[in-house]
DNA sequence: CTGTTAGCGCCTTCAC
DNA sequence: GTGAAGGCGCTAACAG
């Protein structure tokens, strides 16, 4: 390797390359702080042709900020740090959009990070955005139950906000942080009394891991929908599978390998386990929306493209992110938390009795 | 409004709490640099019981490095940044998933952008990613035929490359930059060949809008295939729609419209497009996968969640994500380009002459 | 091994 | 309006 004539080797080869706003400066003949100034919409005392001149050599120059550098000295950044369990589910694809979009609205950039489904990591992962510094953390995962991360995580996101920064989570409204939430429980709840509404006797459920909120509020609602309803859930009717596609194919299998008996109707915890658990059911000869009723919750957009449609419990995901964000910029002024509504969709996946799927349900209930 | 009765005015009111790593040295009893030295594995010359001094308080304090000044110390940064139009869409989640996997493996963050499926709001974001300083900057997205941005893209990332940073596409590989690229072309006609084997003799494509490489170079690929095998693809067969599901779904309509003829299969450019085919395909009474077979390109997780699967050309995403960062990491003993293997998947959506997709289906009604 | 001391690129008071 | 200069939090020579 060349040695650097100087003595002193530069950070990188190409750092000669590097153009700094001193360049800028330089080139237009101006101070170091004039160009700075020039370039910031903020402070108009500049000279009009000096800022010009300025800016014109910036764009030949091909000049940009050095963003750390500006956060080291302003002291904050202009991003909003997105955690996420995992990004290739619809579920936070959509939040993550929505978040997007408000953060775009406040000029600010999103960064999403990915926990991947392990609360440690999650924690770990809330550090390390930490260190970026951004204006605004969102957390967005399911709280588990009584985790034992979750005083470290409550800690470190109050060290955060101790930092100045601005936090908010999509999630139980549990913590101590303002929180954009669902009712889980009422939505269940609401599918339940639908089920029932619709002629079906007996539902059966796919949880998700038990200690996991969202699931664990879910099935809770739509056992208290039943009761109201008079319907059956019985407990040894709820079986349990991971918060995929996976958990709710296998999930589906279980079921029908125990035999369905008299079940009528299937609901997964999610529309994702939704998906998986009609799957299943289709694979060992069980037609969803015919031999039995399947439904989920969250109605992400796939939900239409499969058949039958799949009856869901409609989440307003999108504007949920976005709503975090807006939370948590608001500051103290804004609410503690915020919740938003569901509804029920009902689509062919659970037809009623008028149509095909019920009646032939009845006819085949012999089986 | 309070002053500062210090008269300065600091940052902010929660300045004071941030713990620097001054704070820490002060607190351990060492100087700056070494607490620095501690609490970087890299050093090793420090002295255990100090580092362990240092370590401890650092816990205590909840101290969290500020990347932006470690950035602007070192020149910097250990993130990876990733653009894409749409994170919503599997088959950018799917890239992302990947590059993310790489980047950890380096020891790096992912930082995600999107820029919405505009080529203009492409360059806008290369810009604002170059303000970070990732080490690597990775775009992926269809280069469009001949875009009056295309310049100023290249330009855009060659400015970044002469600062010090990395560039890797995902695309096709016609800009001067390491490029993780699929032949498209190549695996139209792999389609082509099959269909043509599976007994299809007419087929009609729903192709994304005009311009857009990926999209043009598989249907150049099908036609090419359809004649190698000699089965009929006519250009006005090739409708245009939207790179979306609902693309998909209005070009379907569109055909149905017009009148299938003889049209026996159906082939969109992506699988995203072709489950929104399916559906339009459905409501309009024509049965996918018995009336007219149907097939797309990608191979994402939903299309075997679709009924009938759906028949496509897989394409290896995640790797891809991955091989394009570490291409860039590789820096220029890289190869310019890697293309990554296609191979056509059969599925239900396109059943041979023995078979028959939805007899399948009310097959199972004598269960 | 450890402390001192320059910077890194930029913003922002403070005088002029 | 404009320039000089201090400081943001941290890293990395360079001496001890």
Known sequence: MQ???????????????????????????????????????????VNEAARDRVLAVAL????????????????STATVALAVS????PYFSLLAAGARAAADEAGLTLTLAMSGRDPGRELDIVRRLRGQRPRVIVVAGSRVAESPHREALVEELRAFERGGGRVALIS?????????SLDNRDAGRQLAVALAERGYRRVAVISGPAGLRTSADRVEGLARGAADAGIALAQRDVVEGEFTREGGHAGALALVERGLGGIDAIVAVTDVMAVGAM??????GVVPGRDVGVAGFDDIPMAVDVTPELTTVAAPLGPMGARAVRLALAGPAAPMTETAVTGVVLRASTPGPGQSG????????GV
């Open 3 to 45: 040695k650097d004539p100087t003595g002193r080797r530069p950070p990188g080869a190409a750092a000669r390359a590097r153009v700094t706003l001193r360049d800028v400066a330089r080139e237009a003949g101006v101070s170091y702080a004039t160009a700075s100034r020039a370039i910031h919409p903020g402070s108009r005392k």
């Open 60 to 75: 030949r120059l091909n000049y940009t900020p050095h963003f750390p550098a500006q956060a080291v000295a302003r002291g």
């Open 86 to 89: 995992d990004i290739a589910d």
């Open 172 to 180: 139980q409204p549990d913590l101590p942080f303002p929180t954009v």
């Open 279 to 284: 799957s299943a059911l289709r694979d060992a």
């Open 358 to 365: 019920l009646s032939d349900l009845s006819g085949l209930s």
